[in-house]
C-alpha cells in the first residue's frame, strides 16, 4: 500500500454530540468491498 498523503475529509462545524469516524482499506482494487477488510475507528465527544 503507497502513502495516502493529507488531505481534508469535513471542514464543517459538529453539533454537540458523539460521533464515530471509521477508516477502511479493501486490498483487492476491484471497486468492490470484499475481504480482506481492514478498518479502525476513532469516537470523538463534541462538547
Known amino acids: 500500500?503507497?502513502?495516502l498523503g493529507n488531505y481534508s475529509i469535513y471542514s464543517?462545524?459538529?453539533s454537540p454530540g458523539?460521533?464515530?469516524f471509521y477508516f477502511g482499506v479493501d486490498l483487492?482494487?476491484?471497486g468492490i468491498l470484499n475481504d480482506?477488510?481492514?478498518y479502525?475507528?476513532?469516537t470523538v465527544i463534541v462538547q
Open 18 to 20: 458523539t460521533y464515530t
Open 12 to 14: 464543517g462545524t459538529l
Open 1 to 3: 500500500m503507497g502513502d
Open 28 to 30: 483487492d482494487r476491484d
Open 40 to 42: 479502525d475507528f476513532v
Open 36 to 38: 480482506p477488510l481492514y
